[in-house]
């Protein structure tokens, strides 16, 4: 008994391991190109929308169970999708952060100071809901997985904004489409 157990036990911590390797790699970015140039703009409002309780209660009631449990996968599978695109577009941010840390301009030091700061909280954040999205879409739980990275990418949209004002007034980085 104990050894079955023990086994079980074991699997999990390694589902674990390779979840958590999968999500990692899945995150990063390549490293050819300008940084500025990696980043793909996400509509903030679709994203919203999508992780709205309100959105997913209204579809719960109107829907029979089947079909709600189908266009909610979808909405799931879609969800996941705009957390890769965050995490990465965080992870762009990051080394866009880490180039203007060395500024002499104090307040350009302290945007990018901050700038850091809120793309690695994004990024662990993305993760971390890629592993709930998942558990989701294999179990019935609410659909909230998502909402610390949808707050933190509008927090660090705004950052980058300042930054990129900060370094080049005349071209600032958006990274949402809205």
């Known amino acids: 008994m104990t050894l079955a157990v023990l086994l079980v036990v074991i699997a999990v911590l390694s589902l674990a391991i390779v979840l958590r390797l999968a999500v990692s790699r899945s995150l990063q970015v390549s490293a050819g190109a300008s940084p500025a140039l990696q980043i ?9 929308n999508l992780t709205s309780p309100a959105e997913d209660e209204f579809l719960r009631r109107r829907l029979p169970a089947a ?21 990465r577009n965080a992870a762009v941010l990051v080394r866009l952060g880490q180039m203007a840390l060395a500024s002499s301009d104090a307040n350009t ?3 990018a100071h901050q700038l850091v700061d809120q793309a690695l909280l994004l990024r662990r954040n993305c993760a971390l809901a890629l592993i709930r999205i ?3 879409l294999a179990w019935p739980l609410p659909n909230e997985a998502a909402a610390p990275v949808l707050r ?5 949209n705004g950052c980058a904004l300042l930054l990129t004002r900060l370094q ?3 071209a600032p980085v958006r990274i949402s489409a809205s």
């Open 67 to 87: 079909e709600f449990r189908r266009v909610r996968r979808v909405r799931l599978r879609a969800t996941s999708a705009y957390v890769l695109v965050a995490g």
């Open 152 to 156: 933190g990418y509008e927090q660090l």
């Open 109 to 111: 030091s302290q945007a």
């Open 134 to 136: 998942h558990i989701a």
């Open 168 to 170: 080049n007034p005349a």
């Open 40 to 48: 793909q703009p996400l509509d903030i409002e679709a994203f919203r």
